[in-house]
T-cell receptor, first 113, second 112 residues
């Protein structure tokens, strides 16, 4: 089944403890992206990648890192999480966002205490 | 910059009622337009899209027409079902970029 898989689905962590949210897609998509969803703010792009080793900032990149060492994987790294990063995170992938839009994963609900 | 404005919810309808969710946008050039649906506890699913002016996207009884003159992409369905209860997001992609710009979402609740 074609899909974007994120792990974990739920995570509670403490301020300052480094964490990684994994994302993998099995559709051979070149484009991958991370979004966060917050009440009243909709979805905002954190980072995106056009291909292996090619990444760039979205609208809200502060406090996040990404890497794209393989085409299928695009992990999101929070080196020192803070409470304002408590959110619902979505990974997404696409052949061509302008024509196909993005295919989204099921989401990761992160709580930083 | 690009922006998408949706009507605020929640929208509450009875089963078989007609649905309209308004979406207007501001963007450079000729953006592609999308509607996504998010069911409780799930990720976003692409509902329909339109990539040029006057295109009509349709899927599962939902329709939306790309109106360049009014910069709108309103979502419609002739007869909603309880199973349509979800949050609906309008989005755009401009200049063949990498980012989808989303509206704030509209929650639809359909009562039997």
């Amino acid at each position: 089944e074609a899909q974007v898989t994120q792990n974990p689905r739920y995570l509670i962590t403490v301020t300052g403890k480094k964490l990684t949210v994994t994302c993998s897609q099995n559709m051979n998509h070149e484009y991958m992206s991370w979004y966060r969803q917050d009440p009243g703010l909709g979805l905002r792009q954190i980072y995106y990648s056009m291909n292996v080793e090619v990444t760039d900032k979205g609208d809200v990149p502060e406090g996040y890192k990404v890497s794209r060492k393989e085409k299928r994987n695009f992990p999101l790294i929070l080196e020192s999480p803070s409470p304002n990063q408590t959110s619902l995170y979505f990974c997404a992938s696409s052949f061509s966002p302008d024509f196909y839009g993005y295919t989204f994963g099921s989401g990761t609900r992160l709580t930083v205490v | 910059g690009d922006s998408v404005t949706q009507m605020e919810g929640p929208v509450t309808l009875s089963e078989e009622a007609f649905l309209t969710i308004n979406c207007t946008y501001t963007a450079t050039g000729y953006p592609s337009l999308f509607w996504y649906v998010q069911y409780p506890g799930e990720g976003l699913q692409l509902l329909l899209k339109a990539t040029k002016a006057d295109d009509k996207g349709s899927n599962k009884g939902f329709e939306a027409t790309y109106r360049k003159e009014t910069t709108s992409f309103h979502l419609e369905k002739g007869s909603v079902q309880v199973s349509d209860s979800a949050v609906y997001f309008c989005a755009l992609n401009s200049n063949a970029g990498n980012m989808l710009t989303f509206g704030g979402g509209t929650r639809l609740m359909v009562k039997p």
